[in-house]
């Protein structure tokens, strides 16, 4: 009974799209990377210098949304590094991924240490607000769980329909396309394989950072050690649960949402008789679940992790 | 009009390290002319034609294209993006397709503005479909190229050209991967383009073609230019004879009794990676002394039937018999000690451990026989004496018997492995595509060595898609089609053609 009131409550469906946001910002940064043949495992690392320098930039002084440019602006950076290192160079993404990700992590503390150094309780921001819209956000239900979220929840579902347009419906999408499964056909239709690529992960890359400012900037309204959380691997996982579509990328992103909002509110119903750890463990167990199902029939990218050089075929 | 030049090579060279590729090759191309490039693998015909496409830069020498006025001009080397607005099309053995798009799609790839908002391809489905009328060449547009035939991806490749206005095409052996009908309607569907002002170059080894639709023929030996001739001069001995330097006798077919069977196949059904390649109920029987030909398409199930033979994949039904013997376990084990000596089709890959030495990979098959191995430590003077002779014996060439094996060419892995089985007196062969990819002389040696072993007394199923080889050296032939078997009625290229294309009467 407990849990039918808890799928129809509004306020499990609002929080459940509100955990998802930071995962379509990675979700759909990390297909736009693999779509391209070059898998980003320094996603990990870009969500916490993102979430850092969003953070840093408000607490400077700047607006919100030139913080959201200043994370996006650094995920573009460390993008850009692991595209040199994975495309002209054709050096092994997994290595120069984690390198990334252990890299943009330590950077982002050292950063914080460094203007922070005897804080104990970390500063805060003014974060982005809920948008009130007037009339839609009485509706009753879909009113609280859809127009109560902050901008950049709308910003995230709008990326959604601007990713899937740009893989549908242009020639840029297409070209993109065809680079993560044969780079042969692209370079021989006279367009610059390196180009799409490394566009492709800095692009990929600053989508990925906006996910790690959602955390600072719209969740929570400070930065701390460890607050990534994984979320990145998560995002690395529904790309392959979404068979890199867009589409199936928000939905992955809202089943995992979805997962994590019931589990807190299991927890403070039967957390009495199951330890709270199982909770913790249950999205990750029904995303892996999840995976194994759906993961068999994925359609990889036919070039992904297979460096191309130029004038070797 | 024919008269006019449209594109002259000017003395091109190219190295790779200290291996020469290419040496002052001059070649000067027609309007509306078909010029055939022969010459044996590593000729250096491929790099030509990617040094003309801009996908290697020449160390010496000048490219001219004639421009839509007729003038000629020096092409800028090393760009793809000025060879296509040069107006060259270039279709690869290996097809520069994107399989997860669709036809269309892959024909537009790269001619359309990279960053417009939307795409309109009214007028571009328009242009297409008038170049299909005008050449024959007909594809579905909106079908993803994975899901294709290969007839139908390589006419999507010529189209690609021709959709940039391509006025010399360039194809790379456009008949390897095709039935002997799809390869005669795309020479009548080039012939077409020719007569409508469409110069063409195609690469190829197959002399039959060469003479039957091509104007004029240059031949490359070694990187250099070593002959050419009108094609209406030429006829095959001339410009084999280019080819190799040499003549080089057909191996003579000693008439034989034909033995006791060797291998049975009784309603075998086997699983393949696709229904059309999966075994359905096949029936087949090789005696010793006898060799027979499979021909087919590649996918046809002749792979699923080299893995039942392999002990690679086990039956769903039926038996297999290897001299009377029927098989229950099916290992690669079980089937190596009952007699069945293996040439694989993919040699690099599952005939060869490139990582190890030549020595090793010789005695690979038998490592538990008591002159390679005591007490489970291997002999090391034995494995290289064994070398040594075997080396000696097939004439593998290499960097010697301690050297990796992936160091050594694609026909000294081929003899290693013609060592290996041969050494072993097995009582059948399966030779799955045994000079794919190999030159004259290299294919001539396999041929000899097959020859010799049915004159042992061994078997052979040899499985092939050229059509030439299994017409030289089989017994009788024996073709393949959606994973069922049908005797060829005669040595006529043409019923046998029909079969592989499934048109059984």
Known sequence: MEILEILLSENF????????????????????????????????????????????????????????????????????????????????????????????????YFTYRTALPQVSSPPRIEPFQPLDIPILSDIPFLGPVLFQQTAMTWLALFLVALVWWVYNRTPLGQALRAVGDNPNAVDAQGLSVYGLRMGAIVAGSACMALGGAFLTMSAFDAFFFGMVNGRGWICIALVIFASWRPGKALLGALLFGAFDAFQVRLQTEVGAFVPSQVFLMAPYILSILALVIVARRAEYPRALLTPWFKGQR | MINDTVLSLN???????????????????????????????????????????????????????????????????????????????????????????????????????????????????????????????????????GKLSVGERQRVEILKALYRDARILVLDEPTAV???????????????????????????????????????IAVLRHGKKVGEIATKDADEKIISQLMVGADTPATPREPLTIGAPVLQLTHLCAAGTSARSSLEGINLTVSASEIVGIAGISGNGQSTLAKVISGLTKPTSGELAIDNQPIHKFTPTSLLKSGVGRIPEDRHHDGIIGAMSVAENLAIERLDSSDIQQFGFLRDQELKLNAQNLSQKYDIRGPGIEAQTRLLSGGNIQKLILARVFEASPKLILANQPTRGLDMGAASEVGKRLLQARKRGAGVLLISEDLDELLALSDRIIIMHDGELHAAPSNNRAQIGLLMAGEVS
């Not at chain 1, 400077?60 to 850009?80: E, I, V, Y």
């Not at chain 2, 290996?94 to 309109?120: K, Q, V």
Request: aromatic share 6%.
């Open chain 2, 178 to 216: 095709l039935t002997p009908q799809e390869a005669d309607t795309l020479f009548a569907n080039i012939d077409i383009m020719a007569k409508d002002g469409l110069s063409v170059i195609f690469i190829s080894h197959k002399l039959r073609e060469v003479l039957a639709f091509s104007h004029r």
């Open chain 1, 13 to 108: 469906w609002a929080a459940a799209l509100r955990i998802a946001t930071p995962l379509i910002f990675g979700v759909l940064g990390a297909l736009i990377c693999e779509k391209s043949g070059v898998l980003n495992l320094g996603i990990e690392g870009i969500f916490a210098a993102g979430a850092m320098a969003g953070w840093m930039a408000v607490w400077l002084g700047a607006g919100l949304w030139t913080g959201l440019l200043c994370a996006a602006l650094t995920g573009a950076f460390f993008g850009l590094i692991h595209a040199i290192l994975t495309v002209p160079l054709g050096l092994s993404q997994h290595v120069s991924g984690l390198g990334i990700t252990m890299f943009a992590t330590s950077v982002s």
């Open chain 2, 11 to 145: 003395k091109l060279s190219k190295r790779f390290g200290t291996v020469v590729a290419n040496e002052s090759v001059t070649i000067n191309l027609k309007r509306g002319e078909i010029l055939s490039l022969l010459g044996e693998n590593g000729a250096g015909k491929t790099t030509l034609m990617n040094m003309l496409f801009g996908h290697y830069m020449p160390d010496s020498g000048s490219i001219q294209v004639a421009n839509t006025q007729g003038q000629l001009k020096p092409l800028t080397l090393g760009h793809p993006q000025a060879a296509l607005d040069a107006g060259i099309g270039m279709v690869h053995q290996h097809f520069t397709l994107a399989e997860n798009l669709s036809a269309i799609d892959n024909i537009l790839l790269g001619s359309e503005n990279l960053f417009a908002w939307r795409r309109s391809m009214g007028t571009a489905r328009e242009k297409i479909k008038d170049i299909m009328h005008r050449t024959g060449l007909n594809a579905p547009l909106d079908t993803i190229v």
